[in-house]
């Protein structure tokens, strides 16, 4: 995560927006052109493309679950089966679903994908989200609101 330390101090809800390139897998916090923070993104792989096209923060919640993926886990809170689908996989006997942990969580879409902490090997991997570091996200969090304008794109 690259920061600019003199533009950060300048940052503020108000004044940011988000600029996600799928091509170069990066996610830029920005105050009109100049980048606040430069961060490794991961985003949506074959068959679960990321939305593109100019987005909005719907919605922030830190300690945020997915109601889609996760793992089903017994009464002790241990995975039986990890990496499930809420939609297609059936919970085994004695088991519930508990739905991966996504901090930091900027709602980009009605449908629930957005930006979160996450897993980043370099290349599109995600289920259509868009995943950062655990710094970068939180400081995507902090600087940005609910209506933040978010780019998604070939930038």
């Not at 690259?2 to 503020?12: D, F, G, I, R, W």
């Amino acid at each position: 995560m690259k920061v600019n330390q003199s533009l950060v101090k300048q940052a503020t809800p108000d004044n940011t927006r988000i600029v996600v390139s799928i091509p170069k897998q990066r996610a830029y916090l920005m105050i009109g052109d100049q980048v606040v923070a430069d961060g490794p993104i991961s985003s949506g792989r074959r068959g679960h493309e990321s939305p593109t096209g100019h987005l909005q923060v719907l919605e922030k919640d830190p300690n945020h679950h997915s109601n889609l993926y996760g793992d089903f886990v017994d009464g002790s809170g241990r995975t039986v089966r990890g990496g499930v689908s809420a939609r297609i996989d059936s919970a085994p006997s004695g088991t519930h679903f508990a739905g991966a942990p996504m901090r930091w969580f900027l709602r980009l879409t009605e449908e629930g994908v957005g930006m979160h902490v996450g897993i980043l090997p370099g290349y599109p991997a995600s289920h259509g989200c868009i995943r950062q570091s655990a710094d970068g996200a939180k400081l995507f969090y902090d600087y940005t609101k609910v209506g933040t304008p978010v780019d998604v794109g070939d930038y």
